[in-house]
């Protein structure tokens, strides 16, 4: 209630409202406890504002959740009667007061439109001031400071940076046609020429010539070194080769064969049988 107390006095106090009819409805009389009319007229002190800022009030108890339209509490509705009533009684008092209040209030905004734009502009402009003033400071000190390096254009043509792509591209290509071969031959097949493939390529980049001739030479040094490593399976192989002959012979001179009939009296001439005594 104290809270209640202290916005009813400062509505009542308000230029705007002052001097005209103000209605007062008592909601929640449905309550336990609810304060009777004569409490709120004396805890509001409602006669001392009414006749001090000369404002015709009505009080009325009622409740609003007995319902709406028909149905809505009497006591509602018999104070916005009197409300209207006292409106229709003075309206060309209240009407001509309402357009000088309005032009008033229109005129009120204006010029508190006007000096918040004024403000608005002139912290910008101070801002903008104080911005260019450290931006002169900042770029006579890097000027000093940056006088012996040369500036150089972040900027680079389209033509060289679609020149740079392309060649990663084809490198990375290059890499990845490496790699299939290496897979297909089962090992990593060392290039020999690759310096002058190197060579090639930068002199092919520095002088601008076409990519066939460097494809050529990739199949070039690719027929190369898949020749060594043929020559080098070939080697291998015939030196497995050898050695397996040399362990088979090795193998069939330490064998024991037994002789046959013939070759072992060739070999062996037959004892004569050993005489008799007393012959």
Known sequence: MEETKETVTEVLRHPRIAGKPVLVLANKQD???A????????FL???????EHKCLCQIEPCSAAFGYGKKIDTHIRKGLNWLLGVIAKDFDALHER??????EQKAQEEQDKQKIAERVKRLREEREEREREETEREGRNLVEGDAS???VNPFQP??????????????EKEKKKQKMQ???????IPLKPKANEDEAESGSEGSDSSPTSQDECLVDSYKDALSQKLEQDEKKETENAKKKLKKLKLKRNNKIEPLGSQEAETMSPAT???QLPGK
């Open 45 to 51: 002190s409602l006669e001392k504002l009414v006749n």
């Open 182 to 188: 290496n897979g297909q031959t089962g090992a990593e």
């Open 272 to 274: 004569p049988p050993p």
């Open 149 to 151: 390096v040369p500036m």
């Open 158 to 171: 389209i033509s060289a940076v679609i020149k740079e792509n392309e060649d990663k591209i084809r490198k």
């Open 35 to 42: 304060m009777a009319e004569a409490d709120i007229i004396e």
């Open 31 to 33: 309550r336990e406890g």
């Open 98 to 103: 309402i357009q000088r209040e309005t032009a």
